[in-house]
């Protein structure tokens, strides 16, 4: 008898696994339908021994002290800034933009004071912002926009941003420094072996069990349970009843070159080029030395593995008629990107995660 089937050996099902098991003494049936643990944050040495993520780059990143030291239990951590250069109008230039990115687009040699003057000339006064468009337009206007965000968004979700909500390109912020930084969080780490030796290290627990290469339906019945946690799509979980929920997916293509560098900055996104919307060699993430490198590619896509929930209203209302039914059903807890279909970081999911736990052991008290 488990105490808990828990569906999904990402960040979701791994952090409540380990918590259940370790600090409240119950018993885990843990399932993944993929051949490894980790969710998309799994990493692997790919065939020349270079450390890749194979669903794409992930860099952490949090302001959250709780997270950050609940995850240093598994992990000591390389110190890690992560940097972008995007691919405009022939050059390489930062993004976020910055006050580089815009001297360098016009051959111009503005202050920081003179780069906000240009940005209010150039802004569009928005009443209200809604869209992921609005976002941008109203920070550094339309030429701009045009240039970074307008079609890597079309590429990435097969949307225009008007469509999308403002949450999306909010995600990127503006400056008007020289910070290139991508992100600016108090904590910016990689996991130093890696994010698959993090995951072993958090599901190494006597009262563990871990199933790959199954899908929870396959087993449900012939397994006794008392409770479920489940972090894959929610509207397959429910038989997709009211119809389905977009999820966007992509395409990866690894490859492997034959030089210990390929280009100049982690990650280079190509907003109005090609098919595929950016370019990481992983080597930088992770610093490791090798005479090869590898990289990837990512080509959005409309079919395939979810990996993104798309924010926009119709989709929220969608997730709101799935969530009642998930809230009608008390012996499962929905955690994750995808069962609560929010565009989360892997922080926000680990957050996620502890604070379901937390309830979880509210109720057993409750109960008592
Ligand atoms: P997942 O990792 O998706 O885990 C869910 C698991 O459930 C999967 O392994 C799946 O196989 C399993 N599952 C689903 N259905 C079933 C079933 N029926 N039976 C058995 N198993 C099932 N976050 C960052 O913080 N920084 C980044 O740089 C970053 N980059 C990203 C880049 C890409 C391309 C993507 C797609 C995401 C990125 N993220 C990043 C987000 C990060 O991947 C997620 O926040 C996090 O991995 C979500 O964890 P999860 O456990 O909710 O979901
Ligand atoms: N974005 C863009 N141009 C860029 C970088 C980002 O238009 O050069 C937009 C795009 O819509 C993207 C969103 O901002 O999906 C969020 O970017 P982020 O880098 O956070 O995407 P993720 O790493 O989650 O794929």
Request: proline residues 15%.
């Given at each position: 008898m488990f105490d808990y089937l828990i569906v999904g050996a990402g960040f979701a099902g791994s952090v409540l696994a380990e918590r259940l098991a370790s600090q409240s003494g119950k018993k885990v049936l843990i399932v993944d339908k993929r051949p490894h643990i980790g969710g998309n944050a799994y990493d692997h040495y790919d065939d020349s021994g270079i450390l890749v993520h194979r669903y794409g780059p992930h860099i952490f990143h949090t302001n959250s002290r709780e997270v950050f030291e609940y995850l240093s239990f598994f992990t000591e951590w390389r110190p890690y800034e992560h940097r972008v250069l995007a691919s405009v109008d022939g050059q390489l230039v930062p993004i976020p933009i910055n006050l580089d990115t815009v001297n360098r687009l016009y051959g111009l040699n503005l202050t920081a004071f003179q780069l906000e003057e240009f940005f209010a000339s150039v802004a569009e006064q928005k009443d209200y912002i809604r869209t992921s468009e609005d976002v941008v337009v109203s920070k550094v206007g339309r030429e701009l926009y045009e240039k970074f965000f307008r079609g890597y968004t079309r590429k990435q979700w097969g949307l225009d941003p008007s469509e999308l909500d403002r949450s999306v390109t909010a995600r990127v912020p503006t400056r008007?420094?020289?910070?290139?930084?991508y992100f600016t969080d108090t904590y910016q780490a990689m996991p130093l072996h890696g994010y698959t030796r993090m995951f072993e290290k958090m599901l190494s627990h006597p009262n563990i069990k871990i199933m790959l290469n199954t899908d929870y339906r396959e087993i449900q019945e012939a397994i006794a349970y008392r409770e479920m946690i489940y972090t894959g799509p929610i509207d397959e979980f429910f038989d997709y009843c009211y119809g389905k929920l977009p999820y966007r997916s992509l395409e990866f293509k690894h490859e492997t070159l034959n030089?210990?560098?390929?280009?100049?900055?982690p990650v280079i996104n190509y907003p109005n080029e090609h098919p595929y919307t950016r370019v990481t060699e992983f080597k930088y993430l992770t610093g490791q030395e090798h005479l090869k490198t590898s990289i990837v590619y990512e080509y959005p896509q409309a079919e395939g593995d979810p990996y993104y929930p798309i924010p926009r209203p119709e989709n929220a209302e969608l997730y709101k008629q799935y969530k009642a039914l998930a809230d009608a059903t008390p012996s499962v807890s929905f955690v994750g990107r995808l069962a609560t279909y929010k565009y989360y970081n892997m922080d926000q999911v680990v957050a996620q995660a502890l604070a379901i736990y937390s309830q979880l052991v509210q109720r057993v008290l409750i109960k008592i």
């Open positions: 008007t420094n020289r910070d290139d930084r030089k210990p560098v390929h280009q100049p900055a």
